[in-house]
């Protein structure tokens, strides 16, 4: 049994310059580094976040709410080209950028309420190649690894959130920048 995931690689690299959307998005988002519950302590996250887009939109996890309020004509290029490639509609997008091989993100499920009971997740990588790891939540020995690189797009669809989870574990690897760019559809407003 494989994860629900579709995997495009080299995607963005059919219609993009990746290595000027990385710069471009680099010097564009305004990346903040949020304090986030873990085992019952807050920590701040291992990696710099952005949220972006309509107004009055919000997102929360792990006790911490992000609100869309700015719509860079970068990501609004971004989004018309995923709506139109893969035939899903979005409205927002959170931007995560790993600036080593420290920065990371835990195992998790994107499984909160306003993105509805199966939310499906568009994923795009640019920059340094990660591994993105994948562990059925019921099955332990069901493990699935692939390796991001610049320029892919991974659809994590409908069944991905309720029955697996998945990470960017740390390596000592000497890596440099990444910009992971994921995009989903909020469902209720929470503000």
Known sequence: MLPP???????LQRQYNTHQLLHALQTQLNRQQYPIRMFGKTVMQPRLVSFAWDTGISYTYSQTMLTGSWRPPLLAQLKTFIQTQYSIVLNSVLCNRYRNGHDSMGRHADDEPELGPDPVIVSMSLGASRTFALKHKKIAWRNHRIVLHDGDILI??????????????????????RINLTWRQIINNTK
Request: some cysteine; aromatic content about 14%.
């Open 5 to 11: 995931i579709h995997y495009f690689p080299w995607a």
């Open 156 to 177: 994590m669809d409908r069944g991905c959130q309720t029955d697996w989870l998945h990470a960017i574990p740390k390596t000592t690897k000497p890596l440099t920048d």
